[in-house]
């Protein structure tokens, strides 16, 4: 079984300034892990994903996470953020293996960018 | 096409109602999910389709009956809901059950049962 630890459940920043969303999860088998993005009354979308290889991922709208296997985390970063980047961030694990048909989500991360 | 929709977007029922949430996708993929979501809180898995067939309960009362036509559709039946049963509901579908979990959502029906 997998569990995510979203450790801060709100960030609010000024407009232009970097973020650090903080994901750590906890597993015994090898995982998948993603961040989804859900702006107000809308479905999730896909931000990036890790699955193996290259630890810095990715994504889309300038997001970019590193794995870290050692530290089990897989934090979400910008340098620069906009206002339409105000939005609930979630982030996922699933195993990797056998029959993985569960997404396990943190309890998000309520992003806030200030003018 | 890279897109799953829901009808309707919004829908208000009695307690007393029979109504249906309707997913479709036309992806390809062989598994399909439906998730409930409460305000402020991730999303719950409720089923599992692959390849129409359900495999995946996850204890949900028997008052949601899913249904999967066929591999592009996918119902959800709702019947005598509580008003504790107001919530997003989130489909979403991917290539199969094996290989990479990346999940594609639909933009999810508003439930509210008065």
């Known amino acids: 079984a997998q569990s995510v630890t979203q450790l801060d459940s709100q960030v609010p920043v000024f407009e232009e300034a970097p973020v650090e969303l903080r994901c750590n999860y906890s597993?015994?088998?090898?995982?998948?892990l993603f961040w989804y993005v859900q702006y107000p009354n809308q479905g999730l979308q896909l931000l990036l994903k890790y699955l193996s290889g290259s630890t810095l991922v990715k994504g889309i709208n300038g997001f970019e996470a590193e794995f870290n296997k050692s530290q089990t985390s897989f934090h979400l970063r910008k340098p620069s953020v906009h206002i339409s980047d105000t939005a609930e961030y979630f982030c996922?694990?699933?195993?990797?293996?056998?029959?993985?048909?569960?997404?396990?989500f943190g309890k998000g991360t309520l992003l806030t960018v200030n003018p | 096409d890279t897109e799953v929709t829901q009808t309707p977007k919004h829908l208000v029922m009695g307690m007393t109602n029979k109504k249906s949430l309707k997913c479709e996708q036309h992806m390809g993929h062989r598994a399909m999910y439906w998730y409930k979501q409460k305000a402020k809180k991730p999303p719950e898995l409720m089923f599992v389709?692959?390849?129409?067939?359900?495999?995946i309960n996850e204890s949900v009362p028997s008052r949601f009956s899913p249904e999967c036509p066929n591999s592009s559709l996918l119902n959800l039946h709702l019947h005598a809901l509580q008003p504790e049963d107001s919530a997003l509901y989130l489909c979403a579908s991917r290539k199969g059950l094996a290989g990479n979990n990346e999940q594609f959502f639909g933009p999810g029906t508003r439930l509210t049962v008065l």
């Open positions: 597993s015994s088998v090898s995982v998948y």
């Open positions: 996922a694990v699933s195993g990797s293996g056998g029959s993985n048909y569960k997404l396990t």
């Open positions: 389709y692959s390849y129409e067939k359900l495999s």
